[in-house]
């Protein structure tokens, strides 16, 4: 199993600006996935990105991923009060591993 | 993507109960199950890696006699927590991974247990 790293550990900003998370990891991936977790609720998916893909796209989410350098980033445009909450990448190698993940508040 | 569901969402006991918590994929067979544990303000920490009929493979440090899994179908899993004490109250996910070949793997809601 490997673990996902996700930089910053804590983000504050303001309502509508952008959001940028990093995850490294140390070995080959089949995919790498970007979960947000509220305080004291469960995983909520957001968006998967395979090995062979390089940019993906979902809403106001945008995820990169550079296998050359083992990292991932997760890009939230036009932030709002709701996107607080921390969120995780899992790499996958036969389980997923949790990185520690990243708090991200935005202040209205 | 695929739905795995958790039951109970929450639960309370006193110390010393058992508490089982089920998992369930609901549109999909999940050959691998897992089950993590999470601490407040903490991140998810595997406990423990089922395949579908074999015994569960336990992380460093989980007790396996505390622990129990049961991987009986390729839909349900369930965690019983035995004897549980206040330092077990966490909270408890699981996942299904399918047979896919992108391994992906879906998660459940979640179970907040305290034990007081």
């Not at chain 1, 089949?30 to 609720?41: F, I, K, P």
């Not at chain 1, 445009?77 to 993940?101: I, L, N, Q």
């Not at chain 2, 330092?87 to 391994?103: K, L, M, T, W």
Request: aromatic share 8%; proline share 3%; net charge neutral.
């Amino acid at each position: 199993s490997q673990q996902g790293e996700e930089d910053p550990q804590a983000l504050s900003i303001q309502e509508g600006e952008n959001a940028t998370m990093n995850c490294s990891y140390k070995t080959s991936i089949n995919n790498l996935q970007w979960y947000r977790q509220n305080s004291g609720r469960g995983l909520v998916h957001l968006i998967l990105i395979r090995s062979n893909e390089r940019e993906k796209h979902s809403g106001r989410l945008r995820v990169t991923l550079d296998t050359s350098k083992k990292s991932s980033s997760l890009l939230i445009t036009a932030s709002r009060a709701a996107d607080t909450a921390s969120y995780f990448c899992a790499t996958d190698e036969g389980d997923f591993v949790f990185g520690p993940g990243t708090r991200l508040s935005v202040l209205p | 993507g695929a739905v795995v569901s958790q039951h109970p969402s929450w639960v309370i006991c006193k110390s010393g109960t058992s508490v089982k918590i089920e998992c369930r994929s609901l549109d999909f067979q999940a050959t691998t199950m897992f089950w993590y544990r999470q601490f407040p303000k903490q991140s998810l920490m595997l406990m423990a890696t089922s395949n579908e009929g074999s015994k569960a493979t336990y992380e460093q440090g989980v007790e396996k006699d505390k622990f129990l899994i049961n991987h009986a179908s390729l839909t349900l899993s369930t965690l019983t927590v035995t004897s549980a004490h206040p330092e077990d109250s966490s909270f408890y996910i699981c996942s299904g991974r399918g047979q896919g070949i992108y391994n992906e793997q879906f998660f459940g809601p979640g179970t907040r247990l305290t034990v007081l």
